[in-house]
DNA sequence: GTATCCCGCCATACG
DNA sequence: CGTATGGCGGGATAC
């Protein structure tokens, strides 16, 4: 199809046709977003700076400036690729309206995501017939996800820009360039807004800024969030699942009130818009408060349903299910984009009830902490309006908070802790949370990361502690882990940086799903690492899910548990009691060789030995050094640079993992999802005591998960 | 089957 | 009226 699609671009070259961006290799695996990268993200447009390209546009848009944007002109007609479309096109035959739509979009061909160079090689040798092409290029599905959408459009900015550039994004051009209709980048650009990564400026266009207040923003959200008191929410959700009732939520806990501003908070000053207006609808406050339930969780971990159904709640209270179900969609849309900033993860979390699908937060947790402080920064990064919606919504959660104190907060809480128990951290760095010093390093980091940007890049923050530096390092993601990405403020590197990330990811999860632990111990260790960077990288990016978990406390305890350890420290009690320190030692034995990519299989192979601990053990890795990374590499052919981050990440999730890991075990396991099962009940949790939480989540890792999510392929390097 | 989620119709907002 | 935005959900695809 691409073939026949052709795309202005193509127009324009008529050679490049097929082979580049096809490739799709589709099948492969990975799920669906994932990214690659390649080098070509940000084919055509000059990517760092500036935003605009005109070549390509030119005949598209103006763009520059908000001008309205032709639509698109048509190309031929339609492509086939989709049954759907097939049926369009007859309408379209029939109808000439319909027709004119149809042009419109046409656009959109997939765009050469990847690089070419793997794949394209691969593919190339098969044969660039027009077979292969028609086969090979099928644009499948995933080729055209949210989640490689976004990428793509990440790539083409600098995650921390410089201050004195300003980056203007043209709607139009963009979509032109990455082959998508506009609708597709309004997705896009609205979660990203939410986070104050852009801002609309005008018409048509958006303004970039990068990463930079990242830190602040999510400290925000998740002062917000606990206002709300999100996480007593999820609790009751759970418990209601367990109960059995999905949405509605009788009791309306605590929302009478709508939420507050959460919006609100979301504009920047942005000098030019005055105006905004904006009726902020769902998916920026949508996006803003999944976030905030990521920010509030013990766990770091959220479950679709949850949040629908939190989110379904503020808003209004239809209980009704086709409301959830687009919920869902649109929290898929958000997770996508999330994903793809290296913030979240997929996994999935077996419950009594069965298994759901989730996300696990794995971007910065630093922050904690006190208001004030944060308030100072935010308020100093944001402005006015910051203030005043902080002011109101603590007013309204203080409101919240009364009521819902009558309520059984308590009760809930129990049975939340249940759920979400697990926790996270472990020794290391329980605390995390509770203490400012949290707050300290997510200050610093920005500062850091600034200054960074300013200098170059580098810099040694490294140096130094733990969480700190690492933070600072990236401040994208504060996590030790992630941080490599953002903090190369190449595109390229972001590009790479996906697989970074799920490096990162991976590693994390395997390690003890905990990301906040083990970032702080991390830390160190990517510093060290840094300097070696690449090698690390060869991990690739796992996406998503690779693991799950479970619930309930572990069956045996034995074996799993035990070896889980407890990443979860704070809350966990239980973690400390047994396991967890042979766990991390395994952990930190260990060091993932290679990437996570390593088939299922041989995590499994592992597993058996170890249990479920193995698999975090392939991780580990440390070294990362290792290597093997080139493929990554290719990418940064062009940036140099950050990579190495990566490493860093690598080394910190090892040693995450190791703290990480409490309840729940991992297991491998799809296969044995009866396992899981039995886990799931609830032992009772070795702790019982202390902490609430009952329930553990197992994680497991599933094969299938890796495999097939992943897709990538990327084969990587191995090691 | 279920989980994901692309696609794009069509309602709004705005001019 | 037109365009700009983006809610929304049918239905396709991945698993």
Redo the contacts with the bound molecule.
Sequence with gaps: MEVNCLTLKDLINPRQPRLDFATED????????IFVDPSRMAPKTPIKNEPIDLSKQKIFTPERN??????LVDRHQ?EP?????N??MLISAASPD?RD??K??GL?RPIENKDNAFTDSLQLDVGDTAMDVFQKRR????Q??????CQKFLARYPSYPLSTEKTTIS??EVAVSLG?????I??I??VLESLHLVS?V????YGWHGRHSLPKTLRTLQRLGEKQKYEEQMAHLQQRELDLVDYKFGDRKKDGYPDPQLLDFSELDYPSSS?N????????I?SQKFVMLFLVSKTKIVT?DVAAKILIEESQDTPDH??F??K???L??I??VLTSLALIE?V?VTEER?????FKWIGPVDFSSSDEELVDVSASVLPEFKRETRDQIQVCAIEKLARHGSFNRVQASERIQRKVDSEPSSPSREERGSGGFSLEFGSLAAIYQQKIEDNSQEKGFESNSVMPPSSSLDPAAPFPIRSDSEYCVNPLAHQAFSMPQTDLQTLSIHSGLNGQGGVSLAAPDVESLKPAPLASQPLLYVPS?SLFMLCGSLPEGPSPGSEKDSRSSDVSAAAEQSSTPSVQKRLSEERKPQGEEEPATKRQSRDYEDGPLSLVMPKKPSDSTDIASPKTLNNRGSVPLEDIHLNGQLCAAKECSGKTTANGFVSSEWGNPSRSTEVEKPSKDNEGTKQPSLLQYLYVQSP??LG??D?QEYPTHSL
């Design positions: 589709g099948e492969n695996a990975q799920k669906e977003n908000p001008i309205t944007p032709v639509k339609a690729w989709t049954p759907t479309a049926l369009k319909i739509r149809e419109k979009k959109f644009p499948s599905r995933k055209k996800s949210l989640g490689l959408l709607l139009d998508v209709e506009r609708r597709r309004y997705d650009v609205n609309r005008a018409k048509n266009q105006a207006s904006r009726k902020d609808k769902s998916l920026r949508m679709l086709s409301k179900k687009t869902v969609r649109r898929y849309d997770a996508n997929k999935h069965g298994r759901k699908p989730a899910t299938t998960v097939s999510s897709p």
